[in-house]
């Protein structure tokens, strides 16, 4: 029998695997061995009016403001064709190395919100840009297709460093163009894409062994030589095109390195940039599904608990100072460090955002292979606390880092830096998705309530006939009690907490399911250090209002009996002369704040 699993805040976004007998038919989703959940695609999925989809809103409209000549920009001038457009600024200025990643990242963001929306003007813009991007690489003969020169990567070929991360950025537009195929059904993107996977077959093609090992070994702070995701992307094109040529290149980037000692089970984290590690995990899941080669598959999973259990804070976000200081960024930002050594990192630069969105990829991978509540949960914590965070709730701006020391201000970073944050932010804001349609089944599944501020959700059932099926809703590892009715009837089966509750019945028209969550105080603590704490209340993690450092008296016992719950979604902490206002860390904006505290005996 079927089952449908309500994750009961919002779809899992896990990405859909495609594949295709002839590139120019329109994608259709298929089953991968190995997987025991899928997602429904993504116009079956729909937001209704809700806090969630006025942050969709947000992104939308920023998306909706770039001019399409601007992206365009670079790729002209680099192909030697005429461009009037003002040049963007930041990370995409015509000096600066990475100029062209961001276009990748909007080709990406604007056709999922095309293929859930039906959005005409962002179908003519896509439409547009492909067409003058076409025009771009048939001025060379090589199928090269980027915003900076060929010669980058010769220098990186010959030198190993010296220019900004050619690859990463040649990944960024690849796997923009593919999703521009996939989820819009533009032929021309597709070809554009294949030709541009030529080109680089044709590079490595080149060069021997010894020469790529060097071109993808990347344990050095900050990597220059830092490839992106161009496994994964490569793994996706073998998919649609079945062509043993774009497999190999695919594997070609799977560097033995890394990932015999995670499928190992050795922890090699420390060290590395995150970042640049994680995005090849995700294209080592990409190669098993493929494969089915039980070495990457370990490697994943490996990667994965190590990642979360040694190596995040409460939150499930990761990356901050390196243990051995090379670079002025590695002091502070984007890297991993020691296992289980965690509370001397609070520098105001870690939680990168990227890496908090690829982990919710991987997490998402991760419980399609498995339907473990263990992962949605996981993946719950991140979104509401690392992933909502990282936006400004009222202007729709993001920010590279997520601090969680005190005091700590939101660094939001400017509409016109175009750094890679800017980029996998509008890419993951443009996938938040509530409502189910299972159009197999004729039967619509819509999600109510102000979750998780309110503890109550509803599920309403749309059918044209009585349809019987099992449906499973997830019991957060944090819910220790919950209440759980069926047309107003209490179900007397009690839950337990990270698992499913199972309702198998025929249903029908209009059935209604209600849960009701008891939330409750309760901390996280460092794992190498007790002393430091995090408070959440239910699902949310809580962050202090304060312009100082948070310390705190007493024991953890006494400080949850402190705790109270106010007005319009705050919080109190009221000790003996002092009381401090807490809020969800997804609803700070522009004030200074803190989320671990320190106990303090003296």
Request: charge should be positive; include cysteine; glycine fraction near 6%.
């Amino acid at each position: 029998m079927q089952r449908i699993i309500l994750t009961t805040f919002r779809l899992l976004g896990v990405a859909i695997a495609l594949s295709f007998a002839n590139p120019k038919v329109a994608a259709q989703a298929i089953k991968n061995e190995g997987q025991k959940a899928r997602p429904f695609s993504k116009n079956a999925v729909q937001l209704t009016s809700s806090w969630i989809s006025q942050r969709e809103n947000l992104n939308s409209r920023y998306i909706k403001s770039l001019d399409p000549d601007r992206l365009l920009h670079n790729f002209r001038v680099n192909s030697k064709l005429p461009s009037s457009a003002k040049p963007l600024d930041g990370w995409e200025a015509p000096s600066v190395g990475l100029r062209g990643h961001f276009t990748g990242h909007y080709l990406s963001a604007a056709s999922i919100l095309v293929a859930r929306n039906q959005d005409t003007l962002l179908k003519k813009r896509l439409d547009y840009i492909v067409d003058e991007l076409y025009k771009c690489q048939q001025s060379s003969t090589s199928g090269y297709l980027a915003g900076f020169p060929e010669s980058e990567f010769s220098i990186l070929e010959e030198k190993f460093t010296g220019v900004w991360a050619p690859y990463y950025t040649y990944h960024k537009m690849l796997q923009g163009l593919l999703d521009v195929f996939v989820y819009t059904n533009n032929a021309k993107a597709y070809e554009i894409a294949v030709k541009m996977a030529t080109y680089v077959q044709q590079r490595m093609s080149r060069l021997d062994r010894g020469t790529i090992e060097k071109l993808l070994y990347t344990p050095d702070a900050n990597p220059a030589n830092e490839p992106g995701a161009m496994n994964e992307v490569l793994y996706r094109l073998y998919k649609i095109s079945n062509s043993p040529e774009h497999l190999a290149l695919a594997k070609l980037f799977d560097r033995d390195w890394f990932a015999n000692p995670l499928s190992a089970n050795k922890d090699i984290l420390s060290g590395l940039h995150s970042n640049t590690h994680l995005v090849l995990v995700n294209g080592f899941a990409e190669r098993y599904l493929i494969t089915h080669d039980k070495a990457y598959h370990d490697a994943v999973f490996n990667f994965w608990n190590m990642l979360i259990n040694h190596h995040s804070y409460a939150n499930g976000s990761s990356s901050g100072p390196r243990p051995n200081v090379t670079t002025a960024i590695s002091l502070t930002a984007e890297h991993w460090g020691l296992p289980d050594h965690l509370s001397n990192t609070m520098t105001k630069e870690i939680a990168e955002s990227c890496v908090t969105h690829n982990t919710q990829k991987l997490t998402s991978t991760l419980f399609t292979w498995t339907a473990d509540p263990m992962y949605a949960t996981e993946y719950m914590n991140t979104f509401y606390n690392a992933v909502l965070p990282t936006q400004h709730p009222q202007k729709g701006t993001n920010v590279y880092h997520l601090p969680l020391g005190s005091p700590r201000v939101k660094s939001f970073l400017k509409e016109n830096d175009f750094r890679c944050c800017n980029g996998t932010g509008i890419e993951a804001f443009a996938s938040l998705n509530s409502g189910i349609s299972w159009a197999d089944k004729g039967i619509i599944l819509e999600q109510t309530g102000e979750f998780p501020s309110d503890s109550t959700l509803k599920f309403t059932i749309s059918s044209r006939n009585e349809t019987a099926f099992n449906l499973n809703l997830l019991i957060p590892a944090w819910a220790k009690k919950a209440d759980i009715f069926v047309n107003g009837h209490k179900q007397n089966e009690k839950v337990k907490p990270s698992s499913y509750y199972a309702i198998n019945r025929k249903w029908k028209n209009n059935d209604e399911i209600k849960i009701v969550f008891h939330y409750d105080f309760y901390i996280k603590t460092m794992p190498d250090d007790p002393k430091t704490v995090a408070i959440f209340y239910g699902p949310s993690l809580l962050a202090f209002e304060t312009t100082s450092e948070i310390i705190l008296k007493g024991t953890k016992e006494e400080l949850l009996k402190k705790l109270s719950k106010g007005p319009k979604n705050t919080f109190h902490l009221n000790e003996k002369g002092r009381s401090s206002i807490l809020r969800p860390l997804y609803d700070i904006e522009d004030q200074s704040y803190g989320v671990y505290g320190s106990f303090r005996d003296y």
